[in-house]
């Protein structure tokens, strides 16, 4: 009580709301609730009272001493995925009314593979903006932003008369080449501002001047159609934590992996987007940094779905961005424009479904959710799922699943595997969990190389960070084909809300201006400066002073007649002459260490595209506690033995069982072991040994020694 | 059922053999072995007369055929005069 | 099931997963090292693996034509290597002789033979079309060309790679040959490393999982794909099927050719006979045997196959047939330019029909008959000098609609059935390349074929040249007096393409003036049609061009597709409101359906049909 300051992050799922706290010095408590789907606010308010209660302390006197409440949510993506964002129209160049709904073809892009051969049975997404709230205006830019045609005010006013009639709650304006003549579409906003200011209005140029009309149309619409709903939900739980002692800006977490004021991000719904899974990202971050480890591939085995994120030189990878192409990040099957964390994903998490399709096994995507769950949760479940294999092969304990809240029964898992796999296979159970265990991490590993090897990256050159619930369990096996060193993070079923508490601010600017070599210095740096005024304007609204305002400027490159881009940090400073060479440098090296020696097609001359300007602030935050190194005997933790699979027996094997919660730093735990916490399990293997780290972090080198 | 199409199917109640009627009305359009169409109405068209998004061309009509029962229309063909359609070319023989 | 005593279920999962794994690391390879926008942006390539005999296993997910090419380019190879004696360790062919199985001359194969303890056991294979390949005119295939010397090019199999060795000298030879060199060079590099990746990953998987069990899943999965198909074929009619298609204009003269076939399904085989098909043309419009059975594969695979793997096993259930010196089976000198839009094309269109009628006559799989896709291409070529003063052509990408279904329209913009996951450039990019203002785009009004469903709407668009005072305009498409891509049951087809230019204009006056003309129609001057060929034709600074694509084809009576239905299509400008009436028999009354009056129009229709 009294004068110390907490930080708290709390992240809302789809299933699960999990909330982090730590106060002053570095200590760490944890919570997790049902994410409560009609109103998601009440699930925060109820982890907010449990992690109050686990330190003895009111929710209201909790929040009084909170320096620092950040949010992660998924109250977006949902409401895009369910459609529940408001009636949004769009008002777009004469002659191009199409182009958002023609989404310049988009059949196969989000697709699974499964699902790219049956290509007469693809419909387009349900539209965010129908044709018949979309409306033409006369106008015309070209691309040097000239104006070919003004814009027709009666034009402007007859479509905003039409949208206003049916009633849209929102307007989204994107004309041709608004980015480089921005005149048009600001007009158009002050009308539709005049006439009806309760209209939620973004215009293209504010939002992404950014070159590319389909996804820029895309990318604003989406902002229109979530803002509003993203806009109330945020006051409501501000109003709500304010009342109840909070007495700072709450922040929320962006799909950029950076948190913003709510006040900030309530007109820019779409940029949170990711706010739920660049926690876990943002988190693995920080712990690398705080490590010494550069590069990351971050593992999330959740229940419904195992999401691989990466990070390079201590960056997490964007989309869109050199590694992962032009296209952008999809949701719901549109494209957008703004960078996000780039976090791809399988179906196969642990509550996924085991299936036999034409005499094949299925690892998901379909999953078996909370209800009725895996057989083994006992709530009428019948199909098998990776759980059940993982209970089945005593890698998870009936009595202490969940901290002992929930008893699992092998029993039903058992009769699930053996009646849906094992039977139909003339095989016996244990056969069948062992190939489900085998397939899924096959598949897991897969995509860690598609993710890494696909874009030219060793996954030797990274560490692995596994967390999620079902992650710690799989990450041995799926991480032993690949070589990885691995680590597990203290609190992992709940990595994404500490990744949400410790996040820094973040916000970026882009603008499109489209350059060919030679290059003129004052025109790049007048680029920069439009955007720097906007950056430094964000960073005040963060309560920033100007010496903390940290501005980065980057620009998009490639080389004509290619379309491989690169994002190239540029210096500080103006730009000169000498700063341009110094750029075109950089910009081969990092061509050709990306794409290969001698890729670089640079004699057609080279070409910019995009200026960036990415803004950080960071708030004071303790530092993690640190333990003072206990010894390598783990002894007291010890539970027992029990049988479990010894994969590289490719047999049951005993195993030895230990309670993370008596195992201290310096402990080193040698396979074949399990060990067991609160929200999952850590396997590991023989010849290979796991070390408690001083903040409580398993460590699993890939030699197998430490 | 022994579908031929979406509108036509095959059915021996009227003869006792394999004929050809239309699934809509029931109007049987003759022995299968005469060809599915052998008993259609039919009508050459300029595909321009029917829409302008066929161009304008003496090169190309279109012969349409219809049920002689419900005046569904069964299929749309393509006559391109220097490019004859072979005479022995089945539509569909099952 | 088929229990395979070498492999247990898990095994079989797990090593046919990461041979498709292997496909997607090769594809990236490829985009990575290109860089160039026909494989990064338009997907226009593809990559497979295949056993030691060429039998393709498994393929990518990007263009779906190669399975037609790359069991010929192997057995080529084979064939002109001393059955396999004279093919080394480290040995990669680059080939692109359309008689020596590749579609055509643009489509640049680099193929490799894997080698896993000194036995040759697979094959890996990229292809991706290239932007120019030599030849009489820049991006090679010609209107003007009567022969295929004059179309590039043309290199049987030879070794790019010897024993790990890079032959530069052959790599210099290829480049002399072609215009953008730099380009064409990295892409053959790329290639390599593509193959290089394929093969590095093969052999770790031979390494891991043995040589029994890998080789043993790649036929698995063919053996599987077969025993789906030839399921599948029993579950269908015998019959036979007639079907035609039709190209107009050969490059040198605007005849119509016929391309004609019977196909029949006799068991659980399906077998494919052109010969009514006419002899091969003295234009650009021909395709050799690899184009033949890549046309009847880009028709089988996704109506059939939707949901089999695609590779070899479906092939082995079919048979195709068309006399040498066919139009799709040319001889050699006969000109292949754009068999890969022509000749190809018009033979997976009669596959089509003829399949989609097959499946029609079934209770199990009518639903998956329809019409066909975008039956032939109408991208215009802007050349002459681009607005930063340098010489340039800029192919404009843009698309037709998909076939309706039994069941649902077509999808409208859908590109070529052929690709999986294309995309058209934004207008923007358009306009930062070519010297051109566009004053539309849009999905063209009536274009998707009339019907009980729909066929997708073609897109169509217009310009006017800016920034440049040299510009032209060239094309090579089909389907501009003929129907190219044809309805079904009762269905009409998708309109034709059409392409226009409108001189001595008032354009101008019209920008001027503050509006924006939405229609050829609105602008004053000549309009000149254009042919389905049509060599470079400038454009002054008062010529607006016109183009417009081929809408999918429909499926059933128009008079059957729900009011409903035609009052959303009218709504959303896809149909117009006279088609509405005198096609679809529907009456429009403030906004919405007069039941009574459409039931009444419907009638007079129908009796009209009957000459009631």
Redesign the interface.
């Known amino acids: 009580m009294g004068s110390t300051m907490y930080t708290i992050g709390i992240d809302v799922g789809g299933t699960f709301t999990d909330g982090f706290l730590m106060d002053e010095l570095g200590t760490m408590v944890s919570a997790k609730t049902q994410s409560t789907q009609e109103d998601l606010a009440i699930g925060v308010r109820e982890c907010v009272s449990l992690l109050a209660k686990q330190i003895n302390l009111l929710p209201r006197d909790l929040l009084k001493n909170t320096h620092l409440f950040s949010h992660g949510t998924t109250v977006v993506v949902n409401a895009l995925l369910q459609y529940r964002g408001v009636k949004t129209g769009l008002i777009t160049t004469k002659g191009f009314k199409n182009h958002l709904v023609m989404m310049r073809v988009g059949r196969g892009a989000g697709l699974p593979e499964s699902e790219l051969r049956d290509m007469n049975r693809v419909v387009r997404p349900t539209p965010i903006v129908p044709l018949s709230l979309t409306e033409e205006v006369t106008e015309r830019v070209d691309r040097e932003g000239k104006v070919v045609v003004p814009l027709d005010h009666d034009d402007a006013r007859k479509a905003i008369d039409k949208l206003v009639r049916q009633q849209v709650k929102a307007i989204g304006v994107s004309l041709l080449w608004s980015f480089k003549n921005s005149s048009h579409e600001k007009r158009v906003r002050d009308l539709i501002e005049e006439s009806h200011p309760e209209i939620f209005v973004t215009t293209s140029s504010e939002l992404v001047p950014v070159s590319g009309e389909y996804e820029r149309t895309a990318t604003t619409v989406l902002n229109c159609y979530v803002s509003p709903m993203l806009t109330k939900y945020l006051r409501r739980l501000e109003n709500y934590l304010r009342k109840n002692g909070l007495n700072r800006d709450p922040l929320i977490m962006q799909s950029l992996g950076g948190v913003l004021p709510f006040s900030e991000a309530c007109g820019r719904g779409v940029s949170a987007l990711m706010s739920g899974p660049a926690g876990g990202v943002v988190g693995s971050n920080y712990l690398a940094k705080l490590l010494g480890y550069k590069n990351v591939i971050t593992t999330d085995m959740g229940g419904t779905s195992f999401d691989v994120g990466v990070i390079i030189d201590n960056a997490p990878l964007l989309a869109p961005s050199a590694y992962s192409p032009r296209s952008g990040p999809h949701i719901v099957r549109y494209s957008l424009l703004l960078p996000m964390i780039d976090i791809t994903s399988i179906g196969s998490g642990g509550g996924s479904v085991v299936s036999i399709e034409d005499g094949e096994v299925k690892i998901g995507p379909r999953s078996a959710g909370s209800r009725p769950g895996p057989a083994c949760y006992n709530r009428g479940g019948i199909e098998a799922t990776v759980t059940d294999a993982d209970l089945a092969l005593g890698y998870i304990s009936s009595k202490s699943f969940l901290g002992g809240m929930m008893r699992l029964s092998k029993r039903k898992a058992i009769t699930s595997l053996k009646e849906t796999i094992a039977d139909p296979f003339g095989i016996d159970v244990f056969d069948a969990a062992k190939g489900i265990w085998k397939v899924t991490n096959s598949q897991a590993s897969d995509l860690i190389r598609n993710v890494t090897v696909g874009r030219g990256l060793d996954p030797h050159d990274f560490t692995l960070f596994a967390f999620g619930g079902a992650g710690p369990i799989h990450c041995t096996s799926y991480g032993a084909e690949l070589g990885m060193s691995i680590i597990i993070p203290q609190l992992a079923p709940q990595y994404s809300a500490f990744g949400v508490a410790i996040s820094d601010l973040k916000q970026t600017f882009s603008f499109s201006d489209y350059m060919r070599s030679p290059f003129e210095p004052e025109r790049i740096e007048s680029s920069f400066t439009k955007l720097e005024i906007r950056a430094r304007k964000e960073g005040r609204a963060w309560g920033l002073a100007d010496s903390e305002i940290r501005l980065f400027r980057s620009i998009d490159m490639r080389y004509r007649a290619q379309t491989n881009s690169l994002t190239v940090p540029a210096p500080p400073g103006a730009v000169t002459s000498k700063t341009i060479r110094s750029i075109l440098m950089r910009f081969q090296e990092l061509y050709e260490s990306r794409y290969g020696k001698g890729t670089a097609y640079a004699e057609a001359g080279t070409e910019l595209t995009n200026f960036r300007i990415d803004v950080l602030g960071t708030r004071q935050r303790p530092q993690l506690k640190k333990f003072d190194v206990d010894g390598p005997d783990p002894s007291r933790a010890l539970k027992g033995k029990r049988e479990a699979l010894v994969e590289a027996d490719d047999n049951l094997g005993m195993t030895a069982i230990y309670d993370a919660k008596k195992l201290r730093a310096g402990n080193i735990v040698s396979g074949p072991s399990v060990i067991e916490s609160e929200g999952t399990s850590v396997v590991v293997p023989p010849s290979q040994s796991l070390l408690v780290d001083q903040y409580l972090n398993f460590h699993i080198d890939r030699n197998g020694d430490d | 059922?022994n579908?031929?199409?979406?509108?036509l199917e095959i059915t021996d109640r009227k003869t006792g053999k394999r004929d050809v009627c239309c699934s809509k009305c029931g109007y049987i359009l003759g022995p299968l072995s005469k060809g599915i169409y052998s008993g259609a109405?039919t009508?050459n068209m300029i595909?321009n007369e029917?829409?302008?998004?066929?161009?304008k061309?003496d090169?190309?009509l279109?012969r349409?055929?219809?049920c002689?029962g419900?005046?569904?229309?069964?299929?749309?063909e393509?006559i391109?005069k220097?490019?004859p359609?072979?005479p022995q070319?089945?539509?569909?023989?099952? | 099931m088929r229990e395979n005593k070498a492999t247990d279920p898990f095994t079989y999962e797990i090593v046919s997963h990461k041979l498709w794994q292997i496909t997607e690391e090769m594809a990236l390879a490829m985009k990575n090292v290109s860089g160039s926008p026909i494989v990064t942006e338009a997907n226009d390539f593809n990559v497979a693996i295949s056993l030691s005999d060429g039998q393709l296993s498994t393929m990518g997910a990007h263009n779906a034509l190669v399975a037609g090419v790359i069991p010929l380019l192997i057995r080529n190879i084979l064939e002109d290597y001393g059955s396999g004696d004279e093919i080394c360790k480290g040995d990669m062919f680059v080939i692109n002789d359309p008689h020596k199985g590749a579609l055509h001359q643009l489509d640049l194969a680099v193929v490799a033979p894997v080698h896993y303890q000194n036995e040759l056991v697979a094959w890996t294979s990229v292809i991706a079309h290239e932007v120019d390949i030599g030849g009489m005119q820049h991006g090679s295939p010609s209107p003007k060309a009567t022969e295929i010397f004059q179309e590039g090019l043309r290199i049987p199999a030879l070794k790019l790679v010897e024993k790990g060795k890079f032959q530069w000298d052959i790599f210099r030879m290829i480049l002399s040959n072609v215009r953008q060199a730099g380009l064409v060079g990295l892409d053959i590099k790329a290639r390599v490393a593509t193959n290089s990746v394929g093969q590095a990953r093969l052999y770790d998987l031979l390494s891991r999982f043995g040589r029994k069990v890998t080789l043993s899943v790649m036929q698995g999965v063919i053996d599987r794909s077969e025993k789906k198909f030839r399921e599948r074929l029993l579950e269908l009619?015998?019959?036979?099927?007639?079907a035609?298609d039709?190209i107009?204009h050969d490059g040198h003269t605007n005849?119509?050719?016929?391309i004609?076939l019977?196909m029949t399904k006799e068991s659980d085989s399906l077998s494919f006979d052109y010969s009514?098909t006419?002899d091969q043309a003295p234009g650009h419009i021909n395709c050799t045997i690899s184009g033949l059975i890549t046309g009847v594969m880009g028709a089988v695979f996704p109506y059939i196959c939707y949901d089999i793997p695609w590779n070899q096993g479906v092939m082995k259930a079919i048979s195709i047939h068309a006399p040498e010196g066919s139009l799709v089976n040319c001889k050699p000198p006969a000109p292949t330019g754009w068999a890969s839009i022509a000749g190809m094309f018009a033979v997976r269109n009669a596959a089509i029909q003829a399949v989609c009628?097959?499946l029609?006559?079934?209770?199990e799989h009518?639903r998956q008959?329809g019409g066909v896709w975008e039956g032939g291409k109408a991208a215009p070529v802007i050349m002459g000098i681009n607005q930063y003063g340098e010489r340039s052509a800029y192919l404009y990408q843009s698309s037709g609609g998909a076939g309706a279904m039994?069941y649902k329209d077509g999808y409208d913009c859908s590109f070529s059935i052929s690709s999986t996951k294309p995309s058209i450039p934004n207008i923007e990019t358009a306009e930062t390349f070519a010297p051109a203002l566009f004053l539309f785009n849009r999905f063209?009004?009536?274009?998707g074929g009339?019907g009980?469903y729909r066929g997708g709407a073609a897109l169509e668009f217009a310009f006017v040249r800016y920034g440049s005072t040299d510009v032209s305009v060239g094309g090579s498409g089909h389907g501009?007096?003929?129907?190219a891509s044809?309805?079904?049951?009762?269905?009409?087809?998708g309109?034709?393409i059409?392409r226009s230019i409108k001189r001595q204009t008032n354009i101008d006056a019209i920008l001027v003036a503050g509006k924006i003309p939405q229609s050829i129609e609105e602008i004053d001057g000549n309009v000149e049609?254009l042919s389905a060929k049509f060599p470079p034709t400038s454009l002054d600074s008062d010529a607006v061009f016109y183009n417009s694509y081929s809408?999918g084809g429909g499926?059933?009576?128009?008079?059957?597709r729900d009011p409903q239905s035609v009052l959303q299509d009218v709504i959303n400008d896809i149909v117009s409101p006279e088609?509405a009436r005198s096609?679809y028999g529907v009456v429009l009354r403030r906004g919405s359906v007069d039941l009574s009056g459409t039931e009444t129009l419907r009638k007079t229709?129908?009796?009209d049909?009957?000459?009631v």
């Not at chain 2, 579908?3 to 509108?7: A, G, K, L, P, Q």
């Not at chain 3, 005849?255 to 016929?258: A, C």
């Not at chain 3, 063209?444 to 274009?447: A, F, M, N, P, T």
């Open positions: 059922m579908r031929i199409s979406e509108y109405v009508r595909p029917i829409s302008p998004v066929y161009t061309t090169q190309t279109f349409l055929y219809y002689p419900c005046a569904t229309q069964l299929k749309v393509p391109v220097e490019a359609r072979p070319l089945p539509e569909i023989e099952l | 009619p015998e019959s036979h099927v007639g035609i039709y107009d005849k119509i050719y016929k004609v019977k009514g006419d009628k097959l029609g006559s079934s209770r009518w008959a039994a063209r009004k009536d274009s009339s009980k501009a007096v003929i129907p044809q309805g079904i049951f009762g269905g009409y087809p309109g034709f059409l049609v809408g499926y059933g009576d128009p008079l059957d088609a096609i229709i129908r009796n049909r009957l000459g």
